[in-house]
């Protein structure tokens, strides 16, 4: 079974770069997209980005010139670095498994789905 | 557009069925997933696909989608299915719905 591992920093000051490592661990590191959401206090999910084992990734645009998401796959891991946190990046971080598939038909449709969650991360940014 | 619209509230009698729908350009293309969040928990997957449950979700989840809106259906809810339900789909990147939050009396 699938599991999903975070850790990292969990408080920063105004200014410092959130740092954090998602560690996937029985399964296949390949084929899927690795994707970092985040959720402020009280409020909804919102989607950061996702990198594939190739390394090719997409960024939310409204967190595009901040965000870094980068891979290890000799390690099953990848990253999320933000960099230049305010109080609006407080949040807790997930890091969640991501599968795209397509099914053909008269119009192609795709499946997008996310099945796998890390437990979480609190990251509270305050001077 | 990458926006999800779902109503922020919804309510349900112990035993009946709820409708929670989800609206977005995206869901012409990408089925809409859904998740369901406790308070403190992660979100967990009970939908997803054309009608998919996965493994350990009850049957009384199902999903349904036409044109741009997509829904989930509790048929016979149970306390238990209390939470917040989010759909999420993407076109060049992921998109989350606000939320709804459910109910049930």
């Known amino acids: 079974q699938v599991q999903l591992q975070q850790w990292g920093a969990g408080l920063l000051k105004p200014s410092e770069t959130l740092s954090l490592t998602c560690a996937v661990y029985?399964?296949?590191?390949?084929?899927?997209?690795w994707s970092w959401i985040r959720q402020p206090p009280g409020k909804g999910l919102e989607w950061i980005g996702e990198?594939?084992?190739?390394?090719?990734?997409n960024y939310n645009p409204s967190l595009k010139s901040r965000v870094t998401i980068s891979v290890d796959t000799s390690k099953n891991q990848f990253s999320l670095k933000l960099s230049s946190v305010t109080a609006a990046d407080t949040a807790v971080y997930y890091c969640?498994?991501?599968?795209?598939?397509?099914?053909?038909?008269?119009?192609?449709?795709?499946?997008?789905?996310?099945?796998?969650w890390g437990k979480g991360t609190t990251v509270t940014v305050s001077s | 557009s990458s926006e999800l619209t779902q109503d922020p509230a919804v309510s349900v009698a112990l035993g009946q069925t709820v409708r929670i729908t989800c609206q977005g350009d995206?869901?012409?293309?990408?089925?809409a997933s859904w998740y369901q969040q406790k308070p403190g928990q992660a979100p967990v997957l009970v939908i997803y696909?054309?009608?998919n449950r996965p493994s350990g979700i009850p049957d009384r989840f199902s999903g349904s989608s036409s044109g741009n809106t997509a829904s989930l259906t509790i048929t016979g809810a149970q306390a238990e299915d209390e939470a917040d339900y989010y759909c999420?789909?993407?076109?060049?990147?992921?998109?989350f719905g606000g939320g709804t939050k459910l109910t049930v009396l």
């Open positions: 969640a498994r991501g599968t795209i598939t397509m099914v053909r038909g008269v119009k192609n449709y795709y499946y997008y789905y996310m099945d796998v």
């Open positions: 029985g399964g296949s590191f390949s084929g899927y997209y």
């Open positions: 990198i594939n084992h190739s390394g090719s990734t």
């Open positions: 995206s869901l012409r293309s990408y089925y």
């Open positions: 696909g054309k009608n």
């Open positions: 999420n789909s993407r076109d060049t990147q992921g998109v």
